[in-house]
Structures are given as C-alpha cells and as structure tokens.
C-alpha cells in the first residue's frame, strides 16, 4: 500500500456550496471517495482546517511517515511562510494542487509560499488535480497495477 496524505486548507470544506462556477459543485467527500475506488492500492489519508497553524502540525505530523502529501493550502498557499517553512522542513515529497487556474485571476493568487518547495504543482484542472497528483506518486513508486 502506498500512503498519501491530502492537506486542504480554509474554506475548502465548503467545496460544492461555495463559488460553484469557480469550484464546481463536487464536495470533496464525494472526490475522496471516488480517490479511493480508483485507487484501492493507495491509502488515503485525509486532513482539512481552516486554521493556518493546524496546517503546519499536519504537514509535520505527515510529512515524515507517507510515500506523498498532496497540498492545497487554499487562501494561505498566497500568505503563509509557516507553511512554506513547513513543506521545506518535511520528508514526504509534496505535489502542491490548486482547483482554480490561480494564474488566471487576481494577481495576489499568482504568488505561491510552496511551488518552489514542492516537487511540482498541477493548477487549474478541478479535482481532476487530486486524481493526477496521485498517480504521479504510484508512478513514482513503481506501483502501477
Ligand atoms: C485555491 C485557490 C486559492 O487562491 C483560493 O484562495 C482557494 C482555493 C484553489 O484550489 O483553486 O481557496 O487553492
């Protein structure tokens, strides 16, 4: 089994009822569940806050034990250098996933405290994102079935 840990942060709980036409209208219950049928040999891990301290605690309490974490810091991907600090301090290879194409909206979004600290960040493509990191890190690992 291959351990991945996915990190969302404020707000994304609300996935479904908030901004629909920018975040479409999937919770992210429902994206989880359809992640763990696709991929039975993964297992899932799953942490969301909307408080940005939390956030670090589960980037270090995760980021030492899991074959990868996928990351979406949400708003705080934008302000938060404790959680860019976070994901430079950790061993677990990060993909950092933004729903929205960040580059095309308000530049303030444009700015990211985790890209360069991530092995790589996949923008824009819905939670099709989750799905996409995922299977870089079975790729990575060789798992593929
Ligand atoms: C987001 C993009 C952020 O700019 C925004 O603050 C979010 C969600 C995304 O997944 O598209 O809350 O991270």
Known sequence: MLNITIIN?????LLGKREPGMYGNESFDDCLLQLK????QVNFTYFQSNVEG??????QQYGFNQDGMILNPAAYTHTSIAIG??????????????????HARED???ISHVSAKSVGS???????GYALATEWFIAKAGAIQ
């Open 9 to 13: 942060g404020p707000n994304l709980n």
């Open 37 to 40: 049928q696709a991929f039975p």
């Open 54 to 59: 939390e956030i670090v605690n589960a980037i």
């Open 85 to 102: 600090d976070a994901v430079a301090a950790i061993k677990t290879p990060v993909i950092e996933v933004h729903i929205s194409n960040v």
């Open 108 to 110: 303030f979004r444009k």
């Open 122 to 128: 996949i923008v824009g493509l819905g939670l099709k």
